[in-house]
């Protein structure tokens, strides 16, 4: 006998390739697909975006997120003044005429980079903020804050940006010799280093200032040490002086903050701060001294005047281009 099982029917549907009867009937024809889509707009996967769209976050208001803001931007500042510069009031007339201060008075706002002594040590001629070695008594920079708790914050923030001198031992002079060389000053003021005058052009005496003796005994630097000077050179507690002199004055290069570079306020007094080298500038005639600049001037304006040239070509075809 032969079954009449379903799987022996050739002429089954189920044998048939393709999709199931049941599945066939249930799928819409294209026409009829088109136009509910026509008249509703949105098809089944725009009402699913709908109902799994998630509610739009409120923004948070500018009250809460000015704290932020204020952390945020304190960070900041900490962190460029900790690692790259900072901004320093002068406060005493040491550096004169190079930098002003005095008591009492708006003193010069200036900024000291950290970053060129990652990589070298001062130099000479270089101006220099520093922390005062134990010896230095004398304090420049540091003042006595206020007793009141909160306006002490405030000075204290600052001194962080600048805005009043920070309350640290720190003291600004210009280097004048470095470690093993042997430095020493006469009678009339001038100065020897490894027994050569120096030629300091940024050095000013102030009238009525007390001055007192300028001459010292020669004293050889021991490396990694510097031997610092005030501009204002008698009216400047700075080698000379502090800690008695001698030994005693000199400053290890590991408490140098960093160089001086630039008078940021008051407006009027903005600009670069010199740094020539004064062990360098009497080793040439004077007719010679002035050829770095000149040369400088001189090679730059052929190099300006090809560049403009350049320019020319290059920008003139997308002049045209943009017309189009």
């Given amino acids: 006998m032969h079954s009449n099982a379903p799987e022996d029917d050739p002429e089954r549907p189920e044998d048939v390739p393709g999709k199931p009867e049941s599945e066939k009937s249930e799928a819409p024809e294209p026409g009829i697909y088109e136009s509910r889509r026509g008249r ?36 900041l500042v900490f962190l460029i003044q900790q690692f790259l510069a900072r901004v320093y009031v002068i406060p005493s007339g040491s550096m004169e005429q190079t930098l002003h201060g005095c008591p009492g008075c708006q003193g010069d706002r200036i900024l000291v980079e950290k970053v060129t002594y990652y990589f070298t040590d001062p130099a000479p001629g270089d101006v220099v903020v520093f922390k005062g070695p134990g ?22 923030l600052g001194s962080v940006i600048g805005l009043a ?28 280093v490894n027994d050569k005058v ?12 007390p001055g007192g003796e300028q001459s ?18 008698n009216n400047s507690s700075d080698s000379r002086r502090q800690g008695g002199g001698g030994l005693n004055g000199v400053v290890p290069v590991d408490d140098v903050i960093g160089k001086a570079q ?10 670069g701060i010199s740094d020539p080298n004064p062990q360098a500038l009497g080793l040439a ?11 400088g001037v001189l090679l730059a304006w052929p190099v300006l005047w ?4 350049l320019g020319r070509v290059v920008v003139r075809p997308f002049k045209g281009s943009d017309r189009k």
Wanted: neutral net charge.
């Fill in 135 to 156: 010896p230095w008594v004398q304090n420049e920079f540091a003042e006595k804050r206020s007793d009141n708790s909160f306006v002490r914050f405030l000075e204290q």
């Fill in 216 to 233: 010292f005994e020669p004293i050889t630097v021991p490396p990694g040490n510097l031997w610092v000077m005030g501009d204002n050179r």
């Fill in 40 to 75: 509703s707009g949105k098809g089944d996967s725009d009402d699913e975006s709908e109902s799994g769209k998630k509610p739009k976050k409120k923004k948070m208001s500018f009250w809460k997120e000015l704290p932020i803001l204020i952390v945020v931007a304190l960070v």
């Fill in 262 to 271: 630039v008078i940021v306020l008051p407006p009027g007094r903005w600009g």
């Fill in 285 to 295: 005639p004077a007719w010679q001294q002035g050829l770095p600049v000149g040369a």
């Fill in 198 to 209: 120096l030629t300091e052009p940024y050095v000013y005496w102030e009238g009525g200032a």
């Fill in 165 to 192: 001198p920070p309350d640290e031992k720190d003291f600004v002079k210009r280097v004048i010799a470095v470690g093993g060389q042997t430095v020493r000053g006469d009678a009339d003021g001038k100065v020897y």
């Fill in 306 to 309: 090809t560049s403009r040239r």
